[in-house]
T-cell receptor
């Protein structure tokens, strides 16, 4: 299975609600990043959290990292219809055969209804 | 504005043909990458280059080839040896100065090229 795996695969919410997406990984990491992809477009970097950090904020985004559980979560507060997109976690691996590589998960499809 | 330009946006290929996807960046980034994305899937690394005139295979390099003759350019050739080439191809770049230095591995992506084999 892939290094980063997102959960849920799809999430549907109403505008104004919060959206939480989770990412799990297997090997030790240097950092974990979240990216957003609008349909048929390239990915856009949202936020990076280092392995020695536990929480980070950027505007309406909040990311947490639990290295003991090898998991991260992305919270989008007060969601808007424009937040509709796929969200990917990516891990910069610090060990194993994927050392130094940025490995992407399969993504969570977020739909925000107006 | 600085960024990454991929062309063409859409490409159709007959079986047995080689095709080349263009990727140009004006961000002065050292590292460049090619990823493949299949429907409902994450990104898989095809090739990457940390510096001009050097590149390494990623996880799914078979059937693909690249060159890095200029810092700004990293073209990808999908050869006839690639068994299932229909996919969305994404090029990316990063500063790449030091493997784990702050922000070095944050990727900037192009808009992608969609290849369909007829």
């Amino acid at each position: 299975s892939q290094q980063g795996e997102e959960d849920p695969q799809a999430l549907s919410i109403q505008e104004g609600e919060n959206a939480t997406m989770n990412c799990s990984y297997k090997t030790s990491i240097n950092n974990l990043q979240w990216y957003r992809q609008n349909s048929g477009r390239g990915l856009v970097h949202l936020i990076l959290i280092r392995s020695n950090e536990r929480e980070k904020h950027s505007g309406r985004l909040r990311v947490t990292l639990d290295t003991s559980k090898k998991s991260s979560s992305l919270l989008i507060t007060a969601s808007r219809a424009a937040d509709t997109a796929s969200y990917f976690c990516a891990t910069l691996n610090a060990g194993g055969t994927s050392y130094g590589k940025l490995t992407f998960g399969q993504g969570t499809i977020l739909t925000v209804h107006p | 504005d600085g960024g990454i330009t991929q062309s063409p946006k859409y490409l159709f290929r007959k079986e047995g043909q080689n095709v080349t996807l263009s990727c140009e960046q004006n961000l002065n980034h050292d590292a460049m990458y090619w990823y493949r994305q299949d429907p409902g899937q994450g990104l898989r690394l095809i090739y990457y280059s940390q510096i001009v005139n050097d590149f390494q295979k990623g996880d799914i390099a078979e059937g693909y080839s690249v060159s890095r003759e200029k810092k700004e350019s990293f073209p990808l050739t999908v050869t006839s040896a690639q068994k299932n080439p229909t996919a969305f191809y994404l090029c990316a770049s990063s500063r790449g100065q030091g493997l784990f230095s702050s922000g070095a591995n944050v990727l900037t992506f192009g808009a992608g090229s969609r290849l369909t084999v007829l």
